[in-house]
C-alpha cells in the first residue's frame, strides 16, 4: 500500500462519533489496526500510544485504532485505560480489507480468520507514506513515533 492514496471511508467512533477519513487530510494520520479489545498484545499497544499521544499530537499527527470490536466493546475498553484518541468500529471488515489486514491465524491450536497487527502512516494528502504488518505491540508505538517525528 506505500505510496497508494487511500479511499475515503466513514466508521462509527467512540464518543459517539462518526470518523470520515477525508476530515483528517490536513495532518500526519496514524491509523493502526488490532486483533481485539481487552486482550494482552491490544492492552499493551493501546496504553503505549496512550503514553506517547501528547507527543504524536505535538509532531501534528493525530491517532486512530481500528479491529472489528464494536463501539460498546471500545467504549469500555477506551475508558478503562483513558485512551485520549478514537477508536473505530469496522466490523463489516470494509477498511480492514481496504488495507489488507485481514489474516488466516493459528489461535490456540485452531485456523481463524482475524486483523494481523499492523499500523500505518498517512501523509497530510492521505497517501501511505509508512506501513508496518505483522508486528508485535510492545514498543511498536515508540517506533511509530519515531518516524512521525522524521516526517
Known sequence: ???????????????????TLSTLRDKLLVIFFYPKDNTPGC???????????????????EVVGISRDNIKSHENFKNKFTLPFELLSDEDEIVC???????QKMMYGKQVRGIERSTFIL??????????RGLKA??????????????
Open 1 to 19: 500500500m506505500s505510496n497508494q492514496v487511500v479511499p475515503d471511508f466513514t466508521l462509527p467512533s467512540t464518543n459517539n462519533k462518526t470518523f
Open 43 to 61: 492492552t499493551t499497544e493501546v496504553q503505549q500510544f496512550r503514553d506517547l499521544y501528547a507527543e504524536f499530537k505535538k509532531s501534528g499527527c
Open 97 to 103: 480489507n481496504l488495507f489488507g489486514v485481514m489474516k
Open 123 to 132: 501523509s497530510s494528502k492521505g497517501i501511505v507514506s509508512k506501513e508496518w
Open 138 to 151: 510492545d514498543g511498536h508505538a515508540q517506533e511509530v513515533l519515531s518516524f512521525v517525528q522524521t516526517q
